[in-house]
């Protein structure tokens, strides 16, 4: 796996980067008490160009922080950090013109303007020379269907439509590697549809660099071959979504209405049954194997009205995991130290 | 089609580089004159707001003004300085703090952005955030207290007695400019504070709206201590005190030479490069703390 | 519980909610102290060329000053306080929730602000006033009389303050942007209240006019009630008078504005 992206396998680069704070905090009316916080505790990892890679975890377990150091916004305390070759604490500017950022929750949108206004901005502020810009924003604006909004003032666009607004003004620039800060938190089922199958095909047709946290399971398992999971500033998973599933040793829950209340229906190990609710049955199942074979099972001995799946919390995930890790003092972490 | 896109994009990649490397100060103008530009647009949408806050920007300060004629009602001269001198001195303090606010005034929000993380969002754009920020919600409405400025020194010019010569003519202009990039100074300086305090926006209001208000009244109203403390320590007296006491042929503050009439352009060049320094700090320990 | 300890709740709450900003609070203390400082330089200067100007001499000037520095933001004379609040939630709608609370609406809010109000004045008006005190050459009343009778003032004072911001407040139900709005109100009641100038100097019939105004309750009232310049009984009428007033009128276009809620179902 480290072979095939011999030539450029190191695209992001950290090396034993750490982030300290000075936390005060309230410890009573007048008295404050001076911590001393490892925000980000000697992460190291590379990602060569054109992956794209989760990056998850617990609120405040260090995510954001490491973003902000990728981007060049925070300078780190120790370790090396290298984009594309660039330190970005040292050349903030040189990099900002290589990278995209998408924001969750704070767009970068002009509010009372229409969205084109805000993308002839970055047109200029970036110096994309004209006939690139154009042929970017007519791909992008295809792309994410925004073609019937260009003129329509931002405050005037519903929450995915600013979201796919966003992203688009992060790209007209061509940068190498977009970060993605919840890029679908609070979208509807379409939205979140529709940026998912664009930062796919964004990635598979432009080869564009991807690293996206989330809250979102469904973003990690449509979207990302490579998932990594800090939590209390470390390294604590970096590997394939599957071998995530495995360590957290997480279950998707199978919801089954049949026509009348029944028995708990007896399902092959290891599916179980773990609720039953009148004719309503919720049976457990691991999260990595198919649903299909139990699915095929209880339709042809059941008499099924409906089903559907439940996929498992990131959190419940993280947590789990997290919590089967908690002996070992090695973490399982494959590229690690690469 | 994946291989063309990369190699197009590699060859736009130096582009962008050498793009990069242009002068920062260069930078800075460019991006804030284009976010200014936006902001202007932005305004127009809401145009009779716009008319109202710029109209009540104008009677704010003309109320202002006013305080002044009512004293005056009462009064022939103040601290030995007639209503045509204190207008004079009131509309240069007031148009060169007026030209600061609207150039720089929205500095004085850095704090609620510090606190809302939305500064981050300029923080990865290729452009200097000390422009973005100062050209951020940029307030065409602040040309208000511009146009109260002006109209006050230009009563002031029609009333008070002068001995022009070129010199006094020359320096009208250079103060307005030096007093403006003082104030410009303060502002920065005052955003800059708000990194390491970004709850403590209102002690700047001390500097900037006390500093116009102190330097509308002429110095021999005030304690020497405090004359010193403006001239010396925040150099505000720079703005108009020094300079204008010598075009109105007054005695300048604190038995100051004649030539120090002309030093706000090195003062205001001195104090620019002083707030450079303290906005290169205060960011400093942004990104080394992120808060 | 008790209407009495709900609206006791809701001050306690009001007082706590900016008691939080200490940094904020240190701030403010600062610039009310410069900006005390300017204005007693320049007031030393005006009554030095006409002493007993307005009727005060200058020791009574200066404290003056002082009291003005202390009590603009419990007073909130240029605005402020649960004004843009109160705005934000009618723009947005909340405020249907709050008119179908089982509270009343204008005391619900009264009570918060008069919690503001109460940590403003120790928060941010004690530490101006005792350093105008120490510096300079106060007239203070030695008697406790003249205090209680000033904290009175103080208190209608506030009452008023809240029956003028409320009514600008409630303008959001028809204005779709307030800004205009409210940089008026705070124009008015910054010149109005006599924070530039005390009230009893403006000349002739302006000065006639702006001292029957709601807006010398506020600071002109207390002040000369400290100052020994004014007896307690016909300022409180006064100030009592234009309170009940306001709140009156705030209750009518309160009753208005409901109706149009209800009617548009928010």
Same mark, same amino acid.
């Given at each position: 796996?480290?072979?095939?992206?011999?030539?450029?396998?190191?695209?992001?680069?950290?090396?034993?980067?750490?982030?300290?704070?000075?936390?005060?905090?309230?410890?009573?009316?007048?008295?404050?008490?001076?911590?001393?916080?490892?925000?980000?505790?000697?992460?190291?990892?590379t990602?060569?160009?054109?992956?794209?890679?989760?990056?998850?975890?617990p609120?405040?377990?260090?995510?954001?922080?490491?973003?902000?150091?990728?981007?060049?916004?925070?300078?780190? +305390?120790?370790?090396?950090?290298?984009?594309?070759?660039?330190?970005?604490?040292?050349?903030?500017?040189?990099?900002?013109?290589?990278?995209?950022?998408?924001?969750?929750?704070?767009?970068?949108?002009?509010?009372?303007?229409?969205?084109?206004? +805000?993308?002839?901005?970055?047109?200029?502020?970036?110096?994309?020379?004209?006939?690139?810009?154009?042929?970017?924003?007519d791909?992008?604006?295809?792309?994410?269907?925004?073609?019937?909004?260009?003129?329509?003032?931002?405050?005037?666009?519903?929450?995915?439509?600013?979201?796919?607004?966003?992203?688009?003004?992060?790209?007209?620039?061509?940068?190498?590697?977009?970060?993605?800060?919840?890029?679908?938190?609070?979208?509807?089922?379409?939205?979140?549809?529709?940026?998912?199958?664009?930062?796919?095909?964004?990635?598979?047709?432009?080869?564009?660099t991807?690293?996206?946290?989330?809250?979102?399971?469904?973003?990690?398992?449509?979207?990302? +071959?490579?998932?990594?999971?800090?939590?209390?500033?470390?390294?604590?998973?970096?590997?394939?979504?599957?071998?995530?599933?495995?360590?957290?040793?997480?279950?998707?829950?199978?919801?089954?209405?049949?026509?009348?209340?029944?028995?708990?229906?007896?399902?092959?190990?290891?599916?179980?049954?773990?609720?039953?609710?009148?004719?309503?049955?919720?049976?457990?199942?691991?999260?990595?194997?198919?649903?299909?074979?139990?699915?095929?099972?209880?339709?042809?001995?059941?008499?099924?009205?409906?089903?559907?799946?439940?996929?498992?919390?990131?959190?419940?995930?993280?947590a789990?995991?997290?919590?089967?890790?908690?002996?070992?003092?090695?973490?399982?972490?494959?590229?690690?130290?690469? | 089609?994946?291989?063309?896109?990369?190699?197009?994009?590699?060859?736009?990649?130096?582009?962008?580089?050498?793009?990069?490397?242009?002068?920062?100060?260069?930078?800075?103008?460019?991006?804030?004159?284009?976010?200014?530009a936006?902001?202007?647009? +932005?305004?127009?949408?809401?145009?009779?707001?716009?008319?109202?806050?710029?109209?009540?920007?104008?009677?704010?300060?003309?109320?202002?003004?006013?305080?002044?004629?009512?004293?005056?009602?009462?009064?022939?001269?103040?601290?030995?300085?007639?209503?045509?001198?204190?207008?004079?001195?009131y509309?240069?303090?007031?148009?060169?703090?007026?030209?600061?606010?609207?150039?720089?005034?929205?500095?004085?929000k850095?704090?609620?952005r510090?606190?809302?993380?939305?500064?981050?969002?300029?923080?990865?754009?290729?452009?200097p955030?000390?422009?973005?920020?100062?050209?951020?919600?940029?307030?065409?409405?602040?040309?208000?207290?511009?146009?109260?400025?002006?109209?006050?020194?230009?009563?002031?010019?029609?009333?008070?007695?002068?001995?022009?010569?070129?010199?006094k003519?020359?320096?009208?202009?250079?103060?307005?400019?030096?007093?403006?990039?003082?104030?410009?100074?303060?502002?920065?300086?005052?955003?800059?504070?708000?990194?390491?305090?970004?709850?403590?926006?209102?002690?700047?209001?001390?500097?900037?709206?006390?500093?116009?208000?102190?330097?509308?009244?002429?110095p021999?109203?005030?304690?020497?201590?405090?004359?010193?403390?403006?001239?010396?320590?925040?150099?505000?007296?720079?703005?108009?005190?020094?300079?204008?006491?010598?075009v109105?042929?007054?005695?300048?503050?604190?038995?100051?030479?004649?030539?120090?009439?002309?030093?706000?352009?090195?003062?205001?060049?001195?104090?620019?490069?002083?707030?450079?320094?303290?906005?290169?700090?205060?960011?400093?320990?942004?990104?080394?703390?992120?808060? | 519980m008790?209407?009495?300890?709900?609206?006791?709740?809701?001050?306690?709450?009001?007082?706590?909610?900016?008691?939080?900003?200490r940094?904020?609070?240190?701030?403010?203390?600062?610039?009310?102290?410069?900006?005390?400082?300017?204005?007693?330089?320049?007031?030393?200067?005006?009554?030095?060329?006409?002493?007993?100007?307005?009727?005060?001499?200058?020791?009574?000037?200066?404290?003056?000053?002082?009291?003005?520095?202390?009590?603009?933001?419990?007073?909130?004379?240029?605005?402020?306080?649960?004004e843009?609040?109160?705005?934000?939630?009618?723009?947005?709608?909340?405020?249907?929730?709050?008119?179908?609370?089982?509270?009343?609406?204008?005391?619900?809010?009264?009570?918060?602000?008069?919690?503001?109000?109460?940590?403003?004045?120790?928060?941010?008006?004690?530490?101006?006033?005792?350093?105008?005190?120490?510096?300079?050459?106060?007239?203070?009343?030695t008697?406790?009389?003249?205090?209680?009778?000033?904290?009175?003032?103080?208190?209608?004072?506030?009452?008023?303050?809240?029956?003028?911001?409320?009514?600008?407040?409630?303008?959001?139900?028809?204005?779709?942007?307030?800004?205009?709005?409210?940089?008026?109100?705070?124009?008015?009641?910054?010149?109005?209240?006599?924070?530039?100038?005390?009230?009893?100097?403006?000349?002739?019939?302006?000065?006639e006019?702006?001292?029957?105004?709601?807006?010398?309750?506020?600071?002109?009232?207390?002040?000369?009630l400290?100052?020994?310049?004014?007896?307690?009984?016909?300022?409180?009428?006064?100030?009592?008078?234009?309170?009940?007033?306001?709140?009156?009128?705030?209750?009518?276009?309160?009753?208005?504005?409901?109706?149009?809620?209800?009617?548009?179902?928010?």
């Amino acid at each position: 796996m480290k072979g095939a992206f011999a030539v450029d396998s190191a695209f992001i680069e950290l090396d034993r980067v750490e982030k300290v704070f000075d936390v005060h905090r309230k410890t009573g009316f007048m008295r404050r008490e001076l911590r001393r916080v490892r925000a980000v505790d000697s992460i190291s990892f590379t990602v060569a160009r054109g992956e794209m890679v989760g990056y998850i975890g617990p609120n405040g377990a260090g995510k954001s922080t490491t973003i902000k150091m990728l981007t060049g916004i925070l300078t780190p +305390s120790g370790g090396r950090l290298r984009v594309a070759g660039i330190d970005p604490s040292r050349e903030r500017t040189r990099l900002a013109h290589r990278i995209g950022v998408v924001f969750g929750q704070r767009t970068t949108l002009w509010w009372d303007l229409p969205l084109l206004d +805000s993308y002839r901005l970055m047109h200029r502020m970036y110096r994309i020379p004209d006939a690139r810009y154009r042929e970017n924003l007519d791909r992008l604006v295809e792309l994410l269907e925004l073609g019937d909004l260009l003129d329509v003032p931002v405050r005037q666009l519903s929450l995915g439509q600013r979201m796919r607004g966003d992203i688009v003004a992060a790209l007209l620039h061509d940068p190498e590697v977009l970060y993605l800060d919840e890029p679908t938190i609070g979208l509807d089922v379409v939205s979140k549809g529709k940026v998912r199958e664009f930062l796919r095909e964004l990635n598979a047709e432009h080869g564009t660099t991807v690293l996206l946290t989330t809250h979102d399971l469904q973003d990690i398992e449509q979207l990302c +071959s490579r998932v990594m999971v800090i939590d209390h500033g470390r390294l604590m998973y970096d590997g394939p979504l599957t071998g995530l599933h495995e360590v957290g040793d997480s279950e998707r829950i199978l919801v089954v209405d049949l026509e009348r209340e029944l028995p708990p229906i007896e399902a092959p190990a290891p599916a179980r049954v773990v609720k039953v609710d009148g004719p309503r049955q919720w049976l457990a199942f691991p999260a990595a194997a198919s649903a299909a074979p139990l699915v095929a099972r209880i339709a042809a001995e059941y008499p099924l009205v409906d089903l559907s799946v439940r996929e498992p919390d990131i959190e419940a995930v993280i947590a789990k995991m997290l919590h089967s890790l908690g002996d070992t003092t090695d973490p399982p972490s494959e590229r690690a130290t690469a | 089609m994946a291989e063309t896109g990369r190699v197009a994009g590699r060859d736009w990649a130096v582009e962008k580089d050498l793009g990069a490397r242009s002068s920062r100060v260069v930078d800075g103008l460019r991006a804030y004159r284009m976010i200014t530009a936006m902001w202007i647009r +932005s305004t127009m949408a809401y145009r009779a707001s716009f008319l109202m806050t710029t109209f009540g920007n104008f009677v704010a300060t003309a109320l202002d003004f006013v305080a002044v004629l009512l004293m005056f009602s009462r009064v022939d001269e103040l601290g030995g300085y007639t209503l045509p001198q204190i207008a004079f001195l009131y509309g240069l303090s007031s148009t060169a703090f007026g030209l600061a606010d609207l150039a720089v005034g929205s500095m004085e929000k850095l704090g609620r952005r510090v606190r809302d993380g939305t500064l981050d969002t300029l923080m990865v754009r290729p452009a200097p955030v000390l422009a973005q920020m100062a050209a951020d919600q940029f307030g065409l409405r602040r040309l208000g207290r511009v146009t109260q400025g002006v109209l006050v020194l230009g009563y002031a010019l029609a009333t008070v007695d002068i001995d022009w010569t070129w010199a006094k003519v020359l320096l009208m202009p250079v103060m307005l400019v030096s007093g403006a990039a003082i104030f410009c100074a303060v502002f920065v300086a005052g955003a800059s504070f708000q990194f390491v305090a970004q709850d403590a926006a209102e002690v700047q209001n001390a500097f900037t709206y006390g500093g116009t208000t102190l330097l509308q009244y002429p110095p021999t109203l005030f304690a020497t201590e405090l004359v010193r403390g403006v001239t010396f320590v925040l150099p505000l007296a720079f703005v108009n005190w020094v300079p204008a006491t010598y075009v109105l042929g007054m005695p300048l503050p604190l038995g100051l030479p004649g030539w120090a009439a002309f030093l706000p352009p090195l003062v205001a060049a001195a104090c620019c490069a002083l707030a450079g320094l303290a906005w290169r700090a205060g960011l400093r320990s942004y990104r080394s703390t992120g808060s | 519980m008790g209407t009495g300890r709900l609206y006791a709740t809701v001050a306690a709450g009001g007082f706590r909610r900016y008691a939080t900003y200490r940094a904020a609070t240190a701030a403010g203390v600062f610039t009310n102290t410069v900006f005390g400082l300017i204005l007693v330089y320049t007031y030393t200067a005006l009554w030095d060329e006409r002493p007993h100007l307005g009727g005060y001499d200058l020791a009574q000037a200066v404290t003056y000053v002082w009291i003005g520095q202390s009590l603009f933001k419990t007073l909130a004379s240029g605005g402020g306080g649960v004004e843009g609040e109160l705005m934000e939630r009618i723009r947005t709608g909340d405020i249907a929730v709050d008119l179908f609370r089982p509270a009343d609406l204008q005391l619900w809010w009264l009570a918060a602000d008069l919690g503001r109000a109460a940590f403003e004045l120790l928060g941010r008006g004690v530490l101006p006033f005792v350093f105008g005190a120490l510096v300079f050459d106060l007239a203070l009343p030695t008697d406790v009389s003249t205090w209680a009778a000033f904290l009175v003032a103080v208190l209608l004072g506030m009452l008023v303050s809240f029956g003028i911001r409320y009514l600008v407040a409630l303008t959001a139900f028809w204005l779709m942007d307030g800004t205009g709005v409210t940089q008026m109100a705070m124009l008015t009641g910054w010149f109005c209240s006599g924070m530039v100038l005390p009230l009893n100097v403006f000349p002739g019939a302006l000065g006639e006019v702006v001292r029957a105004l709601p807006w010398s309750s506020l600071l002109q009232a207390p002040a000369d009630l400290l100052l020994g310049h004014a007896d307690p009984l016909p300022t409180y009428a006064f100030q009592a008078g234009w309170a009940v007033a306001l709140l009156a009128a705030g209750r009518l276009v309160q009753s208005v504005a409901a109706r149009r809620v209800v009617v548009q179902g928010g």
